[in-house]
Every structure is written in structure tokens, then in C-alpha cells.
């Protein structure tokens, strides 16, 4: 089965410029997970998905950073205006219905960078 | 609040000798817990996880972990290290008790060199 897509996997930016991220999870997973990466940590949660609704987005930035799932499958996550300290890796994952110690499998990321 | 601790930044071991990178964690509940490794510019990808039973949980690739109750940890173990688990390691945790949701709280993350 194809795992987690997203795209783009590398994006350089000015500062203040916006920037979007996709996610495509894998099929039949209805849980969502946007975690952030910065150098030499452990990724941290931006916000959960159940299906199309937004359960978790406590950690998330909102002065900036926006989410969306309309169809309860693909996701994009926006930056407006990025920020120097913005520059990290963008890590999409997803879990089965099952149950909530399933596993996440991970997407390879997107590596932003913010000049 | 939950947390997981990585204590070493990076371990180094020879081909062939055994492994062990070691995690704590710090739960109001019961933990449920995780390994995961990441290779240079790809995702991370699961190794084991420990819900309930025993104690020794194996997963993938040859690793095996060791839950312990009573010293709070979950570390990482294989007898016989491969250059190609030369990777970053993370640990992760979910508190059994938190209904907030599922996510993950993972370690800052130890980089296993193996040497030949």
C-alpha cells in the first residue's frame, strides 16, 4: 500500500512570504496528525484530524498558521506570514481507526526554509 | 505532563556487539509506548510499541525493547548491531489516560552510529 505523500518535500521562502504544505494520508486512515520538526527534536503536534474535523490544534499557532481537511482525506497546512524561526521539517502522519495506541506512520516531510 | 527522555545525544557501538539506547518516560497513567527511527531526509518509520503483556516487546529489523515499570523506561535493545541501523532513534509516549487525544510525545532523539 502507498504510505503517507507530501509535498513539496524541500521549500525555500523570503520571510513573510506564505507557504502550504500537502498531505495525502494513507487510505482508510481517518486520523490526521500535522507534527513539526525543528533541528536536533523530536517532532511536536501542530494539530490532530478525526476525519474532516480539527480535534487537537492547541500547540498550533493560530496568529499564522492555518489547517484545513475538507474531505476528511487530503490535508494542507499554511503559513502566512513565515517567520526566520519557522524553518523546519513538516512531518504528516496518520493512524487507523482501530484504536489509539495504533501506530503513526509518517510522511518524509517538508523541509522548509525561511530566508 | 507527560514526557520522555533520550539521556544520550548519540551512541556508538562496533558491528556485531549489542545495542542499547535507552528511554524513560514520566505518565499520569498507563503508558503506551514507542520507538521509532528516522533515516536522512525520510519519514519516520515505526519499530515496536509496548500497550500491555510482556515485558520484552520485539519488532521490526531485529530490535527488541525492554518495558520496566518500576524504573519508568523503555529501552531500546539488539544483540547484534548492522551498519545500517546507523539511524536516528525516537522514543514516544501516550498516557493512557489522556483523552485529549492520540498524539505522540516523543523524545529529543538519539543518533545510534554503528562502525564496521
Known amino acids: 500500500e502507498a504510505g503517507v505523500v507530501q509535498s513539496p518535500r524541500y521549500k525555500i521562502i523570503e520571510k513573510k512570504q506564505p507557504v502550504a504544505f500537502w498531505c495525502n494520508p494513507i487510505?482508510?486512515?481517518?486520523?490526521l496528525y500535522w507534527y513539526l520538526q525543528n533541528l536536533g527534536q523530536g517532532p511536536e503536534l501542530l494539530i490532530r484530524?478525526?476525519?474532516?474535523?480539527?480535534?487537537?490544534d492547541s500547540q498550533l499557532p493560530k496568529d499564522r498558521f492555518s489547517a484545513e481537511r475538507l474531505k476528511g482525506v487530503d490535508s494542507t497546512l499554511k503559513i502566512q506570514p513565515a517567520e526566520l524561526g519557522d524553518s523546519a521539517v513538516y512531518l504528516c502522519?496518520?493512524?487507523?481507526?482501530?484504536?489509539?495506541?495504533?501506530?503513526?506512520?509518517f510522511g518524509p516531510g517538508t523541509r522548509l526554509t525561511v530566508l | 505532563a507527560q514526557s520522555v527522555a533520550q539521556p544520550e545525544d548519540q551512541v556508538n557501538v562496533a558491528e556485531g556487539n549489542p545495542l542499547t539506547v535507552k528511554c524513560t518516560y514520566s505518565?499520569?497513567?498507563?503508558?503506551?509506548l514507542f520507538w521509532y527511527v528516522q533515516y536522512p531526509n525520510r519519514g519516520l518509520q515505526f519499530l515496536l510499541k509496548?500497550?500491555?503483556?510482556?515485558?520484552l516487546v520485539k519488532g521490526s529489523y531485529g530490535f527488541e525493547a525492554e518495558f520496566n515499570k518500576s524504573q519508568t523506561s523503555f529501552h531500546l535493545k539488539k544483540p547484534s548491531a548492522l551498519v545500517s541501523d546507523s539511524a536516528l532513534y525516537f522514543c514516544?509516549?501516550?498516557?493512557?489516560?489522556?483523552?485529549?487525544?492520540?498524539?505522540?510525545?516523543f523524545g529529543k532523539g538519539t543518533t545510534l552510529s554503528v562502525s564496521s
Open positions: 502522519a496518520s493512524s487507523s481507526p482501530s484504536g489509539p495506541y495504533n501506530e503513526q506512520f
Open positions: 487510505s482508510g486512515h481517518n486520523t
Open positions: 484530524y478525526e476525519n474532516e474535523e480539527a480535534v487537537d
Open positions: 505518565v499520569s497513567g498507563n503508558p503506551y
Open positions: 509496548y500497550i500491555t503483556g510482556d515485558n
Open positions: 514516544a509516549v501516550r498516557d493512557s489516560f489522556n483523552q485529549a487525544g492520540t498524539a505522540l510525545i
